[in-house]
Structures are given as C-alpha cells and as structure tokens.
C-alpha cells in the first residue's frame, strides 16, 4: 500500500508549522504528563528519561526521523503498519497533525477511509503538541542517527 500523505488538513499543518518553530521544551514536559501514562521516553541503556513505564504505547524517544510504526516489539494497527511498510517517517509537523486526531491522520496518510489508530488521545492544541514535541525532541538522539 502506497502512502498518500498530502497533509492532515491545511489549517491544522499551517498552525502546525507556525506552532513546531515555537516548541518550548519546558511547556511541553508538563504536557507530557498527559501522555505519561501510555508512553514513555527511554534511552537506549533502558534509563527512563521520562514518563512512568507506561507501556501501552511505544518508547517515544528518537520518534523524529523513525519510521511510522517502527519500535520494536510494539504490536501497532493496520493503519500505522502500512504508514511503515510505505517508509513514512515522522517528522514534527506529522506528529502535530497525528496527535490532533490520530485516527483522520492515519486514513489521510494511507488513504484508507476505514484504517484506524490505537492512539484514541487527542491532543488538539497545536502549540501544546509542538511543545511536546520539543520535549521528546529534547531528550532524544538527533533524527537520522
């Protein structure tokens, strides 16, 4: 399956893009603590930089520059497999427009009216998802190493 990302919709990738160039890393550890319970930001030695073990949803460090549904070991949906098997890889504004709405993402990128996403969380403000995206960006390896 080839993946048709043409964008999740324009205001949501203009605030997007506006919003990612004001990431504040420190904004977005407290809006961390809303993905905490599902997520976690592990190094590769295993040491827990963030999050309390939540295991529900994949390790979200290094998440710029990965491949859509990717991190091993982790069991994700149709609709994230086939953003992977496609060679999407996320950068911050996918991830702004994922975390607004995870499910209209993943129809939009693969063109699948009827895939979905585990992720029911919706995270819609722009400027509060950038922020979290700084976060992780933060703790993380830089995308591509």
């Known amino acids: 399956m080839s993946v048709k990302y043409l964008g999740f919709s324009a205001s949501i990738?203009?605030?997007?893009?506006?919003?990612?160039?004001?990431?504040d890393a420190a904004s977005g550890e407290k809006v961390f603590?809303?993905?905490?319970?599902?997520?976690?930001v592990a190094n590769e030695a295993g040491e827990v930089l963030a999050g309390r073990n939540g295991r529900q949803g994949p390790n979200l460090y290094g998440i710029v520059g990965r491949i859509a549904g990717s991190y091993p070991g982790f069991r994700y949906g149709d609709g994230l497999l086939a953003m992977a098997d496609a060679g999407m890889a996320w950068d911050a504004e996918m991830l702004v427009s994922y975390l607004a709405?995870?499910?209209s993402f993943v129809?939009?990128?693969?063109?699948?009216?009827r895939a979905k996403a585990k992720m029911s969380f919706r995270l819609r403000n722009a400027q509060d998802a950038a922020d979290v995206i700084a976060f992780i960006t933060?703790?993380?390896p830089a995308a591509g190493n």
């Open 107 to 113: 129809r939009e990128a693969t063109g699948n009216k």
């Open 101 to 103: 709405d995870p499910t």
């Open 13 to 23: 990738m203009l605030l997007a893009s506006s919003a990612i160039a004001d990431g």
């Open 138 to 140: 933060s703790l993380s």
């Open 33 to 40: 603590n809303q993905c905490q319970s599902c997520h976690i």
